[in-house]
Structures are given as structure tokens and as C-alpha cells.
């Protein structure tokens, strides 16, 4: 089975993301590496850099969606909006899933993630 090790956002002005990322993370990189900076957020990594062929907000930011786990999807999703975050969805249940919450927010590069409850994964 593989394992998923990190999430790379490209952007053509990356420290406005690392800016932010480092507020909605409430700390700073853990590592940079020449114009790239990363941090462990969970098992897993998110790390921001440049690319020559990004330029401005993403045209389709529901193509890909990252999910922040948190049991406080409400306090969070308020203490993001405040930072800047741009509210997509305000938490919801989804029908499937009664127990579980999500809401969506998108980042200055106009990203799409979403805050969600923990879940169980099946493997």
C-alpha cells in the first residue's frame, strides 16, 4: 500500500501562502530547502513553493481539496475566517455522515481545504 507523504502547493508569490499557512498552522516551517518551505502536519507534510507556470488564484480550486482534522470544526472554522481565510462553505453535516462536520475555506492563492472532524479510516 502507498502512503501519502506530502501536499505541494505551487504559487507564483509563495510567501503570502507561507505567510498564512503559518497562522492557520500556529507555527512556523519545520524545514526550507532553497524557495520551498514545509511543515509536518499530521503524518503527512504541506509545503509551499514557486513555479514558473502558476500565475494568480487557482482557476479550479475544487479540483483538489486538502482536509485539516480538528474536533472543533466551528471554533476553528471562526478562528480562520478571522485570519483571512475565505469562507466557502460554513460547517455542515453532510447527510452520509451525521456525526462528522466539515466546513471550506480557501486560502489567498484562492485554494480550496477543508476543516474536518476525525474520522476512521478503513484500510
Same mark, same amino acid.
Given at each position: ?18 505567510? +498564512?499557512?503559518? /497562522? ?9 530547502? %532553497? ?5 509536518? *502536519? ?18 479550479n480550486p475544487e479540483r483538489l481539496m486538502f482536509f +485539516?482534522?480538528? /474536533? ?9 475566517? %478571522? ?5 466557502? *462553505? ?34
Amino acid at each position: 500500500m502507498l502512503n501519502l507523504n506530502s501536499i505541494i502547493i505551487f504559487s507564483e508569490n509563495p510567501k503570502v501562502l507561507v505567510d +498564512f499557512y503559518k /497562522k492557520v498552522l500556529q507555527k512556523d516551517p519545520g524545514w526550507t530547502g %532553497g524557495e520551498f518551505v514545509g511543515w509536518q *502536519a499530521g503524518s503527512g507534510y504541506l509545503t509551499i513553493g514557486p513555479h514558473s507556470k502558476v500565475h494568480g488564484k487557482s482557476t479550479n480550486p475544487e479540483r483538489l481539496m486538502f482536509f +485539516f482534522e480538528t /474536533k472543533d470544526v466551528a471554533g476553528e472554522f471562526t478562528r480562520l475566517k %478571522g485570519l483571512g481565510a475565505t469562507v466557502v *462553505a460554513e460547517p455542515y453535516q453532510p447527510g452520509e455522515e451525521p456525526k462528522m462536520w466539515l466546513a471550506t475555506l480557501a486560502d489567498p492563492d484562492g485554494n480550496y481545504f477543508q476543516l474536518v472532524t476525525p474520522m476512521k479510516m478503513v484500510n
